[in-house]
């Protein structure tokens, strides 16, 4: 990963406060983003800065690639772009790998990006784009 990288956090960054958050974020390269999740409570800490985030959202899309991405931190039904070729991007649910297998099979283009999800490591946008088009 580089300084020039986009990285976009969907949310649980760490339940470990805001001492253990900057640590983290100190070290993370890139130009990050949160998806602010249902354990982000570290952000309302006095000693957190904020600024380490490019921005702190509840709600982000993006176009990579000419690809349209919904980023929420809870999966949804349904999304702007649904049945249009958009791919919701989640997290929340601590899912097995097989959870993006299935969604895929069935023709949902909705993607768990935890770390759960994904062998424990980080996936790229180009990584998520060639799995629903393999």
């Known amino acids: ?9 969907l949310g649980d960054f760490t339940m470990k406060g805001a001492e253990n958050a900057l640590a983290c974020l100190y070290s993370l390269k890139g130009r990050k983003y949160l998806i ?15 600024s380490l985030f490019c921005s ?11 690809q ?13 772009g649904y049945g249009k070729g958009a791919i919701a991007l989640h997290g929340h ?5 097989d959870y993006n297998v299935k969604n895929r099979a069935n023709g949902i283009l909705r993607y ?3 770390v759960d999800a994904n062998n424990m490591e980080p996936v790229s946008a180009v990584e998520i784009i060639d799995f629903f088009r393999g």
Not at 71 to 80: A, G, S
């Open 68 to 80: 349209r991405f919904v980023l929420f931190h809870y999966p949804i039904l349904e999304w702007n």
């Open 93 to 97: 649910q601590h899912n097995h790998k």
């Open 1 to 9: 990963m580089s300084s020039q990288d986009e990285v976009y956090i």
């Open 112 to 114: 768990d990006v935890g």
């Open 36 to 50: 602010r999740g249902n354990h982000d409570n570290f952000v309302d800490s006095e000693i957190f800065e904020p």
């Open 56 to 66: 702190i959202r509840d709600y982000m899309e993006i176009t990579y690639l000419n």
